[in-house]
């Protein structure tokens, strides 16, 4: 099973049997019982088994699965294959990360007759490393992924937010890494983020448009078009806030952070249009980064916006957040304690654990959207990516083997 042989049987599929394709070449080549891919829904709190082949029990009530205390979560959090059983007469539960430049896509699950050896263990990841293409390239033909991704039928004003997200909430590079969560309010307050990697740059905006429901989900929309289309024309920063909202804000506004980072020398460039503070961790301490504020996008008084420098060293990890995160039960919650305790989590799970905190402390039910984008800054002298996807799978692939053990937030 080559790299090349699964994504040419996939792509000969329609989109949506791809994943049947790879199951039954598993199953044919590894002699596999069962094969399965569940995708990861969009809080990262659960997956969806879209679809098996064979048939085994594996005690399941349903088809969507909570992930806390799971082995699942443990391989999501770890981002190394798990194994469960010796064989001996007894099936083999293996699990892989299907993940992309650090966007955990969701989970590969085979039954095996036997305990994996080296051999098999590098096949199942190099496997899914594969389907991760081709769910990417598949997704944008049809809604199946879609669905999978949803834990509650989302509203109008929901389904409008969360298509002006990125396409893959996370990313890795040489230089950094980043993520970014969201959590829709009961009625959604207009709350987005984006970030885009150019050949010399990363940028990456959060912005929080006024309102609720629709009117607040069309306002975003309106934003996040205007801040991507000056950003694509190449504008700076300075020109990119000035046009956002520019012409069509019909005396509507939107607070927001733009922030620019050089690939080639790690210069920062930061523009606050009223929004709140973001917060650093260096060395362990967290401190509130406080530059001087701008007026909201869309204001119609004269003003200019400023171009800041921003202090951002390797090993530094740098949180942007919403007024969500900060209102109401929120404020209860100490961030800056719980960023310095999740410091050893990547930034995807970093962010999904500060959105948790958040829901958590508001029993499930938000007066405004609660949003966080998580980035780890390497440094410009990075030049290979810290991926661990596919990595040291043969060390999975001792019998004895039961559990990967993931770090506890705490």
């Not at 699950?109 to 305990?115: G, K, Y």
């Not at 983020?193 to 309106?222: E, K, P």
């Not at 800056?336 to 999740?342: F, G, K, M, P």
Request: one cysteine or more.
């Amino acid at each position: 099973m080559t790299l090349a042989g699964t994504l040419a049987a996939a792509e000969t599929a329609a989109p949506v049997e791809s994943l049947d394709v790879i199951a039954h070449m598993l199953q044919e080549h590894l002699g596999a019982v069962s094969v399965s891919f569940l995708i990861t829904d969009f809080t990262g709190s659960s997956v969806v088994r879209l679809g098996a082949a064979g048939s085994v029990d594996t005690d399941e009530p349903a088809r969507r699965i909570t992930l806390r205390g799971t082995l699942y979560d443990d391989v999501i959090r770890t981002q190394r294959p798990g194994v469960e059983g010796k064989g001996e007469g007894e099936l083999v539960r293996v699990v892989a990360p299907v993940t992309n430049r650090g966007d955990a896509i969701g989970l590969l699950e085979l039954f095996l007759p036997a305990a994996p050896d080296a051999e098999v263990m590098r096949a199942i990841g190099e496997t899914a490393h594969a389907l991760a293409y081709i769910v990417i390239a598949n997704r944008s033909y049809t809604d199946v992924y879609q669905w999978g991704r949803r834990t509650v039928p989302l509203s109008l004003a929901a389904e409008i937010q969360h298509r002006l997200l990125p396409a893959s909430l996370a990313c890795e590079a040489a230089q950094f890494a980043v993520a970014g969560a969201l959590e829709p309010a009961d009625h959604v307050g207009g709350d987005t983020f984006d970030y885009a990697i150019d050949r010399d740059t990363v940028q990456l905006s959060v912005t929080d448009a006024m309102g609720h429901n629709v009117d607040a989900a069309l306002l975003a929309t309106l934003a996040v078009g205007a801040l991507r289309r000056a950003r694509r024309a190449g504008a700076d920063l300075a020109e990119q806030a000035r046009q956002a909202m520019r012409e069509h804000g019909r005396q509507s506004y939107v607070t927001g952070q733009l922030l620019r980072i050089s690939l080639i020398d790690g210069k920062t460039e930061f523009v606050n249009a009223g929004h709140p503070w973001p917060l650093r961790m260096r060395d362990g301490q967290v401190r509130e980064i406080t530059p001087q504020v701008d007026m909201p996008f869309g204001f119609r008084v004269p003003h200019s916006y400023r171009v800041q420098s921003l202090d951002l060293r390797p090993g530094d990890r740098l949180v942007m957040l919403t007024d969500g995160m900060l209102e109401r039960n929120a404020g209860s919650l100490d961030l800056s304690d719980l960023i310095v305790r999740t410091r050893a989590l990547h930034p995807r799970e970093a962010a999904r654990t500060l959105i948790a905190a958040v829901v958590d402390a508001n029993q499930g039910h938000l007066q405004d959207d609660a949003t966080v984008m998580c980035l780890d800054w390497h440094g410009t002298d990075h030049s290979l990516r810290d991926a661990d996807t596919g990595a040291d799978l043969a060390d999975a692939s001792a019998p004895s083997r039961t559990r990967h053990t993931a770090e506890p937030a705490g």
